[in-house]
């Protein structure tokens, strides 16, 4: 009989344990889908043509639109994976294919702790930099490219670090037999078996910056007009943007509301475009690959 | 055997190995610049410090308060939702929607912060008021539940709320993989002993994975520590020490200190908060720190690999 209740205690514990994993589930679900439900529906109102084509000079009130802070965010995004996905992708072939010793070890640790670096401390670095080169109260593109690119190296090499790692050596033994030496070894056989996964990598790099706000606020600053040069004066970004529209509204609040939460739609499309983008090229190698 | 060196060689290895030191260097750059900035700061004459006219460390003391608070409560929150997630994808749903949810999981990962503080502000901060002037009303007696409630929803709580939901994701991928590494063995062992399932995830998933858990709860903290645009648009800020959740005059952190100061600051002013900006970068070093040491000191035990 106190067996039988024993058993009893133990599957009720069971039941219990089971529906609270399942509530937990649902309760984490519950925020991000308000997030994207209230990103769809508040940002579609302003979604227009002219939200893509034009900036926000002289507007008040109504109107315009983040053309300056899309230019802006595609220019220093760029600028970022240009300086990021070289010194990344070399460092990546050095862990992998040459480090040994005591500079590969610290390598490995410093990007560890690079991974961890908050994004405003990214930014304040930046500034220090430029501030010494320019003098202070610097603002410009570039500036920001900089901070990102601190943020984004150690994404390439982590991801770049796993693709070569899964190179298998038959083919660099098999590329040295045929006499081959490393460095072309590296550049013709090691690199495009692991080109995809590289692709992919850098594209969730790029996923992970292209949202990024403090470090832009503090280097890259913010502005009402179209800028095209990241090297002089200061640059809207679409994140900035979209805290800027929200942070400082003037008269008729919600046309500023209603153009924050279409740059806070065209963020989350763009990420989410990366995203996808990069796991369809991957499963697309993959399946090529196992033909 | 060994070929002789050739050019090509010479360079590339070369190339490689100086990108390598560029990260290196970049990250001592990184200390050295801070430092140099935050400088004049700490060595002025406390009364010329905007803001700050007690000096450096009183300045910053509430701000590094308000950092650990938010964190901690955000851990709170979402360390038993990640090992729930954790759990459901690896153990409790079926395998093809397992695998769907992950990717889903790993998309929200991506989400701009400046988003999720806008949602903050103008979806979750409402939505929360009603449930605050109940729970001053009927738990008021609770130093932490104590004080005039924000009529606006913008506390700490708030803004620990945004940053569980925004350190999910990471959390409960990590969750999920250290579950998934389970020895299968274990379970089959514990459940062939007549074990639950319940009781087998607490014999041999959970005690395998807590190391894992530990370094994902110390990875979600280090990025709790840092977020920066959630926090600024949502709390409503002051320079106070406070554990009160539910008012408005809430410690801000250093991140968001930073954010909403910086871009009118100018002289001992940046220097200042790059100063306290220096506090943080120390602080979430190590945080991440003591995270890598736990899953490298696993690695070295688990026979794995």
């Not at chain 2, 554990?243 to 100018?266: K, M, R, W, Y």
């Amino acid at each position: 009989m106190s067996l039988f209740s024993l058993n009893r205690r133990r599957h009720a514990k069971d039941r219990i344990a089971t529906g609270l994993i399942y509530v937990s589930f649902v309760i984490a679900l519950m925020p991000l889908l308000s997030l994207l439900y209230t990103a769809l529906t508040n940002g579609l109102a302003r979604l227009d043509a002219e939200f893509f084509s034009s900036s926000m000079r002289n507007v008040v009130g109504a109107g315009g639109g983040a053309l300056h802070a899309i230019i802006g965010t595609v220019e220093i995004t760029l600028l970022a994976a240009l300086i990021s996905v070289p010194i990344g992708l070399l460092t990546a072939i050095y862990l992998v294919e040459y480090g040994r010793g005591r500079l590969a070890k610290a390598v490995t640790v410093f990007v560890d702790v690079m991974t961890g670096i908050p994004s405003i401390v990214a930014g304040l670095f930046a500034f220090a930099l430029f501030a010494l080169i320019f003098g202070p109260g610097v603002r410009m593109g570039f500036a920001g490219a900089v901070a990102l690119s601190l943020l984004m190296t150690p994404v390439v090499v982590r991801s770049a670090e796993e693709m070569l790692k899964l190179v298998p050596n038959e083919f660099r033994e098999a590329s040295y037999a045929l006499g081959v030496p490393k460095w072309l070894t590296v550049l013709k056989v090691v690199i495009p078996s692991a080109s995809a996964g590289i692709i992919t990598g850098v594209m969730i790099a790029i996923s992970r910056v292209i949202g990024e706000t403090a470090p832009l606020l503090i280097v890259a600053g913010f502005t009402q007009s179209v800028n095209y040069n990241p090297f002089d004066e200061r640059m809207m970004t679409l994140p900035v943007f979209v805290y800027y529209s929200y942070s400082s509204q003037g008269a008729d609040a919600q046309s500023y509301i209603d153009r924050a939460w279409a740059g806070a739609l065209v963020l989350i499309i763009l990420v989410l475009a990366l995203n996808l983008g990069a796991r369809a090229l991957s499963a697309y190698f993959n399946r090529k690959l196992a033909r | 055997m060994k070929s002789k060196s050739r050019l090509g060689d010479r360079v590339f290895s070369g190339l490689a190995k100086g990108s390598g030191s560029v990260i290196l260097i970049a990250l001592m750059a990184v200390a050295g610049f801070l430092m140099a900035q935050a400088w004049p700061a700490l060595v002025a004459d406390p009364a010329e410090l905007p803001n700050a006219t007690e000096g450096f460390l009183p300045y910053v003391i509430p701000f590094v308060f308000g950092t650990a608070f938010s964190a901690l409560i955000a851990l709170l929150l979402a360390t038993p939702l990640a090992i729930g997630i954790g759990l459901f994808i690896s153990h409790y749903a079926p395998r093809k929607l397992a695998q769907a949810l992950g990717y889903i999981i790993d998309l929200l990962a991506a989400i701009p912060s400046v988003v999720f503080g806008l949602w903050g502000i103008q979806v979750l901060a409402p939505a929360v008021q009603p449930a605050y002037v109940w729970l001053s009303e009927n738990l008021g007696f609770l130093p932490i539940f104590a004080g005039q409630v924000s009529g606006t929803g913008r506390t700490i709580l708030t803004v620990s709320m945004v940053l569980a939901i925004m350190i999910l994701p990471i959390m409960s991928a990590m969750a999920r993989e250290v579950f998934l590494q389970t020895p299968k063995l274990h379970e089959e062992a514990a459940l062939a002993l007549g074990a639950t399932k319940w009781e087998m995830i607490r014999m041999a998933v959970l005690p395998f994975g807590r190391p894992g858990l530990i370094s994902a709860a110390m990875l979600g903290l280090g990025r709790a520590l840092g977020e920066t645009m959630a926090v600024a648009m949502v709390l409503s800020p002051a320079a106070v020490i406070s554990f009160a959740l539910l008012t408005s005059t809430n410690s801000n952190t250093i991140a968001a200190n930073i954010a909403l100061n910086f871009p009118e600051a100018s002289g001992l002013g940046v220097n200042l908060l790059i100063a306290s900006g220096l506090v943080l970068f120390a602080i979430t070093l190590l945080v991440n720190m003591s995270a890598r040491a736990i899953v490298n000191r696993r690695r070295e035990f688990s026979g794995a690999n």
